[in-house]
Every structure is written in C-alpha cells, then in structure tokens.
C-alpha cells in the first residue's frame, strides 16, 4: 500500500463553521505534512508532524489546528476560516524524520472552499 | 537564496518532440533535487531526484541533468506524449521540511 489517503475530497464550509480534514497512511512513515496549495502555485508546507510530534508549524493561523492521534493519521481541524482559506489541502507523508530527505508521498488532497 | 527558479511558465510542445524544463538556485546547501509532476485534481507525485554527486540520472523518458558549478538542473521529457501533459514542479532541499518549490511548468503535449 503506497497510498496517502485524504478525506474529503471536497468541502465548502461557512466562516463560523468548524470542520475537519483527515489523511491516513500504511506506508509505516514516520514523518506527515500538511501543505497548501492554490491554484497555479506550488504547496505551501503548513505543518510536518515527525514521529507524531508536531515538529513544524510554518507561522499557520489558529484557525488551523493540526493533530496527529497516531503514527498513521492525521487531522487538520478547521474553525473560523476566511474566504481566502479556500484552496487544495495536501496531506503528505515520508518514510524518514522530516529531516531527512526522501521522497514525499501526497494524497489527492481536500478542495475546501469557504463561503 | 532559498529560491529555487522555474522556466518556462507554460510549455506547448509536439507529440513525440522533447520537453525540457529548467531550474536555477542559489544555495549551495541544497543536496537533493527533485522533480514532482502534477495532474489536474490531484496531489503532487515524485517523478524522479538527484543529489548534486551524479550529472545525469534517466529513468526511462524522463531524465534529469544537474550542472553544480552553474547551480542548475533541468528535466528533460523525451518522446513526450498526451499523457505527459501536467504541470512540473522542480525542488531543491536539505531536509523534507526544507523543500524549496519552483512556480511550476505547464506542460501540454499536442497530439
């Protein structure tokens, strides 16, 4: 199983709403990324959880509160979003600690559109 | 100098012609450099990597030549087909949470 696995694949959510984007691997990875992406631009790292502790967090707003609850999930909690939050949430994960260099394989990714 | 430069924007090419996209940076640290390709919908997947000791790595049409002194890497798609059109991302990094991303190249194979 090579597999990262996003759920859901899309979403639209109010301002006031309070939602959850989850991903899972089986890959036995120890490090996973949550990144941002919009249209025609490359990802934006938001978060990296390495041995399933949060071990970087790229100045991401409180609005966006990440949570690993073991080695093979983890959840991206949403609250209170703006309309300039919508965009492609990338989960990703990678066999070694997010210091090491290596492959990173992504999930399809959650298009999540605030209204 | 943690920027990693993309060209061209937009790519049209021939069926059956060469594809070939170039990077730039500036940090001499960087020891890993990966090229990710991009479908509509879906997430980024690793195409092929190389680190700075090797000039040229193939993995059949795709190949990748690393220039160290000139600080820069390009992608080259040989006999490229429908099915390669996507958009490509160059990368460069020291660690995984230190990956630089080019802009991105579009790239449209024209049957």
């Known amino acids: 199983d090579t597999e990262v696995t996003q759920t859901p694949k899309h979403l639209v959510m109010g301002m006031t709403n309070k939602k959850s984007l989850k991903c899972e691997q089986h890959m036995g990875h120890r490090a996973m990324y949550w990144y941002k992406q919009k249209a025609k631009k490359p990802p934006e790292l938001m978060f990296v959880y390495s041995y399933e502790k949060l071990s970087i967090n790229e100045s991401v707003p409180s609005r966006f509160s990440p949570e690993c609850p073991n080695s093979s999930l983890l959840n991206l909690h949403l609250h209170a979003l703006q309309p300039e939050d919508s965009a492609l949430y990338l989960c990703a994960s990678s066999l070694g600690g997010f210091t090491n260099t290596g492959e990173l394989f992504f999930g399809e990714g959650s298009r999540l559109t605030v209204l | 100098q943690q920027q990693v430069k993309q060209s061209p924007q937009s790519l049209i090419v021939q069926k059956g012609g060469i594809s070939i996209i170039n990077c730039a940076y500036e940090n001499t640290a960087f020891d890993y450099f990966p090229w990710y390709q991009q479908f509509p919908g879906k997430g980024p997947a690793l195409l092929i990597a190389i680190r700075p000791d090797v000039s040229e790595k193939k993995e059949g049409r795709f190949t990748i030549s690393f220039n160290k002194s000139a600080k820069q890497f390009s992608l080259h798609i040989m006999d490229s087909q429908p099915g390669d059109s996507a958009t490509y991302f160059c990368?460069?990094?020291?660690?995984?949470?230190?990956?630089?991303w080019g802009a991105g190249t579009k790239l449209i194979i024209k049957p």
């Open positions: 990368a460069a990094s020291i660690s995984n949470y230190q990956l630089i």
